[in-house]
C-alpha cells in the first residue's frame, strides 16, 4: 500500500507540474486541480498509513489512526476547491475580456500600444 | 487573558458579514460603516500594542483548549507592531479608496476590504502553524477579489496568474505543514519549537525539507527572486488603493520568515542555518531585480512594483542576518517601506485618474501638478532610501548591523549601488511625467471639480482607469496621500523611539524560550 500512495502522489505532482506549466488556462486549471489532489493524499500519508483502525480513543481497540491529518485534508479539501472554482471563473471572465486563453501577460502590460 | 486578543478576527468579519446582507444596495452605508469599522480596528491595535508594550506575551486559547491540542493566538510586540500597521494603512487607504470613487467601480470593495483586514490580522496574531495557512487563504481570496476590483481585460489576465500562483503557494504551503507535522507531530508553533529543538541533529533531514519548503512558500508571499514574477503585473494592473494596501501583503511573507525562523528554527540550530545560507542571496537577487526593474519600466504601475520588489529585498537582507539588531533595523524599515510603498501607489494613481494611462512619456500637464509632483518627489525619495526621509536612516541600520557579516562587502556594494540605480529609475519617471508635460495644460482643466452630488446606487463596471469626473473627493484623496508621507516625517523625527521599540520587539523574537512559557505552561482552568 505503502508504494501505492506514494507512486500515486508522485505522478499526480508530476502531472500536475506539467499541467501548470503550459500556456492555456485550462490546463492550468486542471494542473492546479491535480496537484491539489496529490497534497491532499500526502496530507492522509502524514499521519503514518494505518488501515481499519478507528480514530477516536475507544475501551478494548490498541491500534488508532491519528485523526488530525483527515481533519486537516477536509480543510485542505474545501479551500482547495473554493480557490479552484475563483481561478476557473476569472479565466472564464479573462477569456472573455481578453479574447483568448493564454495565461502569460500580452506586451501591452509592459509596453505602451503605439510603438509596436 | 483579554478577549480583546481575538477582536481584530472578529470585528472586521462581522462588518464584512454585515455589509453584504444588509447594505449591499448603499454605498454611503456601506462606506460609513466600513470606515468606522475600521477606526474601531485601530482602536483595538492601540490598545493591544499597549497591552504587549509592557513586554508580557499574550495568548488567548480559543474554546479554552488546553496549548498544543487547541488553537492559540500569541500577541508579542512584533505582531502588535503589524497590527498597528495594518490598521493604520486600511483605514487611511480606505479613505482614498472613498475619495476617488473606486469603491463604486464594482461591487463589494468595502465587503471584501473588511475580509482581507481578517486574514492579515489573523495571521499575524496566531500560534497555530496550520491556522496560519487558513488565515492565508482568507487573505487571498479576499485579495483576488479586490485586485480584479472594477474589471477590466488586462486586470482580469493579470489576476489569473495571481491567483494560479498562489494555488501552487498553497499547495506547497500544505505540503510542507505535512512534513513538519510528520516530523513534529504537532502544529503548535511553541510546542513545535520545543520539539525540533529536542531533535537529534542527525535526525533533522526531512525538518530541513520541510523548513526549506515553508521558507519557500513565504517568499512567494514576499515575492523574492526567482518567486517574484507574480508581483510586477499584478500590483501594476490592480486598482491603486487596493496594491496600496498590498504593500503590506509582500510583508505577511516577510513577517512569517521571521516569525518562523526565530522561534520554531532559531539560527542556532542546523535548520536554521540552512534556510539563512538561502535567504541571503535571494534578498541580494531580490533587491538588484527590483532596483533595476525601476529603471527598465515604462509603466508608473510598474515602477511602483519594481520599488515594492526592491523594498522586499533590503528587508530580507536583514532578515537573513537573524541577530536581534538585524531584525530592530529590520522592523522600523518595514514600517517605512509599507508607509512610502503604500503613498507611491496612491500616487501613482492620483497620476492615472489625470492623464488617462500610466505610461512614462510626456503627456499634457496635470491639474493639480505641483501638489502631485512635489508627493511623488517625496515618496520616490523615501522609496530610494535617501535622506532626509527614514528609509535612509532604515538603510544606514541594515549597513551597520550587516557590518561584520560574512558577506558584508556583497550587501553594501548590492544596497549602496541599487540606491542609486533607484534613484535614477525615479528620477527618470518623474522628469518624463512633470518635466516634460505639454504645455497648456488640457483644453479647460477644471482644477476644482463641482460638488460630488449624491452617490449613484447603480455601480458603474469596466473602465480600468478611474477618472477625476468620477471622483466623490479629490480633497480627500490628497489628504489621505499626505497622511502617509506625514507618517514617514513622523518615523524620521521619531526615529529614535522608534528604534528602541524595534530593539526591544527584536529582543523578545530572539528569545523563544519566553513563548515555550507563556504558551505551554500556566495552563491551569484550560480544557
Request: glycine share 10%; net charge neutral.
Amino acid at each position: 500500500m505503502e508504494l501505492l500512495l506514494s507512486s500515486a502522489i508522485g505522478v499526480m505532482t508530476a502531472a500536475g507540474i506539467y499541467l501548470i506549466l503550459r500556456r492555456r488556462s485550462f490546463a492550468v486549471v486542471l494542473g492546479t486541480t491535480m496537484l491539489s489532489y496529490a497534497i491532499n493524499l500526502f496530507l492522509f500519508s502524514t499521519g503514518r498509513l494505518v488501515v481499519d483502525a478507528p480514530p477516536v480513543l475507544r475501551d478494548g481497540v490498541a491500534a488508532h489512526t491519528d485523526p488530525l491529518p483527515q481533519a486537516l485534508v477536509l480543510t485542505a479539501i474545501v479551500i482547495s476547491f473554493g480557490m479552484t472554482a475563483v481561478l476557473v471563473m476569472m479565466a472564464l471572465g479573462a477569456w472573455l475580456e481578453g479574447g483568448d486563453d493564454r495565461v502569460d501577460m500580452p506586451r501591452d502590460d509592459r509596453a505602451p500600444p503605439e510603438d509596436a | 487573558m483579554s478577549h480583546l486578543l481575538i477582536a481584530p478576527v472578529l470585528l472586521p468579519a462581522v462588518i464584512g458579514a454585515l455589509i453584504i446582507l444588509w447594505m449591499r444596495d448603499d454605498l454611503l452605508l456601506q462606506r460609513v460603516f466600513s470606515i468606522a469599522g475600521t477606526v474601531a480596528l485601530l482602536g483595538v491595535a492601540l490598545y493591544l500594542a499597549g497591552l504587549a508594550g509592557t513586554g508580557q506575551i499574550q495568548v488567548y486559547r480559543l474554546g479554552n483548549w488546553a496549548a498544543p491540542f487547541g488553537i492559540v493566538l500569541m500577541l508579542d510586540r512584533l505582531a502588535a507592531l503589524m497590527l498597528l500597521l495594518t490598521a493604520a494603512l486600511a483605514l487611511v487607504v480606505q479613505l482614498y479608496a472613498t475619495g476617488s470613487g473606486w469603491d463604486r467601480k464594482g461591487w463589494h470593495f468595502h465587503a471584501l476590504w473588511q475580509f482581507q483586514l481578517m486574514g492579515l490580522c489573523g495571521a499575524f496574531l496566531t500560534g497555530d502553524a496550520f491556522n496560519l495557512f487558513v488565515f492565508f487563504e482568507i487573505l487571498l481570496i479576499a485579495s483576488y477579489g479586490l485586485m480584479i476590483h472594477g474589471g477590466g481585460a488586462m486586470r482580469l489576465r493579470a489576476g489569473v496568474q495571481y491567483i494560479a500562483y498562489n494555488l501552487v503557494g498553497s499547495v506547497l504551503f500544505l505540503a510542507a505543514l505535512g512534513v513538519l507535522y510528520a516530523v513534529t507531530g504537532t502544529l503548535n508553533m511553541a510546542d513545535m519549537a520545543a520539539r525540533v529543538a529536542a531533535m537529534p541533529a542527525q535526525d533533522t533531514a526531512l525538518l530541513r525539507t520541510g523548513a526549506v519548503l515553508l521558507m519557500l512558500v513565504f517568499a512567494i508571499k514576499a515575492a523574492l527572486v526567482p518567486l517574484h514574477f507574480w508581483l510586477p503585473s499584478t500590483y501594476a494592473d490592480a486598482p491603486g488603493p487596493v496594491a496600496a494596501l498590498f504593500a503590506i501583503m509582500t510583508k505577511v511573507g516577510i513577517y512569517a520568515i521571521i516569525r518562523f525562523f526565530t522561534l520554531v528554527f532559531p539560527h542556532g540550530g542546523t535548520t536554521g542555518q540552512v534556510v539563512a545560507e538561502l535567504l541571503l542571496p535571494a534578498a541580494l537577487f531580490t533587491l538588484a531585480i527590483g532596483q533595476i526593474g525601476i529603471l527598465g519600466s515604462r509603466h508608473l504601475g510598474r515602477v511602483a512594483a519594481f520599488a515594492a520588489i526592491g523594498s522586499v529585498g533590503t528587508l530580507a537582507v536583514a532578515v537573513a542576518q537573524f541577530s536581534p539588531q538585524a531584525t530592530a533595523a529590520a522592523l522600523y524599515y518595514l514600517i517605512h517601506s509599507t508607509l512610502a510603498g503604500a503613498a507611491l501607489f496612491l500616487i501613482a494613481d492620483m497620476i492615472g485618474a489625470r492623464r488617462g494611462d500610466l505610461w512614462l512619456r510626456p503627456g499634457p500637464a496635470l491639474p493639480w501638478q505641483g501638489m502631485i509632483a512635489a508627493f511623488f518627489m517625496a515618496s520616490a525619495v523615501a522609496m530610494a532610501g535617501m535622506p532626509p526621509f527614514s528609509g535612509f536612516f532604515g538603510k544606514l541600520m541594515i549597513l551597520q548591523a550587516t557590518q561584520g557579516a560574512p558577506w558584508a562587502v556583497w550587501i553594501w556594494g548590492t544596497v549602496l549601488s541599487t540606491s542609486l540605480v533607484a534613484i535614477y529609475g525615479m528620477a527618470r519617471a518623474g522628469s518624463v511625467l512633470f518635466w516634460q508635460a505639454r504645455e497648456p495644460a488640457l483644453p479647460a482643466p477644471d482644477p476644482e471639480p463641482g460638488p460630488p452630488g449624491p452617490i449613484p446606487t447603480k455601480l458603474e463596471t469596466h473602465e480600468p482607469i478611474q477618472d477625476l469626473g468620477d471622483a466623490a473627493s479629490p480633497a480627500l484623496t490628497a489628504v489621505a496621500v499626505g497622511a502617509l508621507l506625514a507618517g514617514i516625517v513622523a518615523l524620521t523625527l521619531l526615529a529614535g523611539p522608534a528604534m528602541r521599540l524595534a530593539e526591544a520587539a527584536a529582543a523578545q523574537l530572539h528569545d523563544p524560550a519566553a513563548y515555550l512559557g507563556a504558551v505551554l505552561h500556566g495552563q491551569e482552568g484550560t480544557k
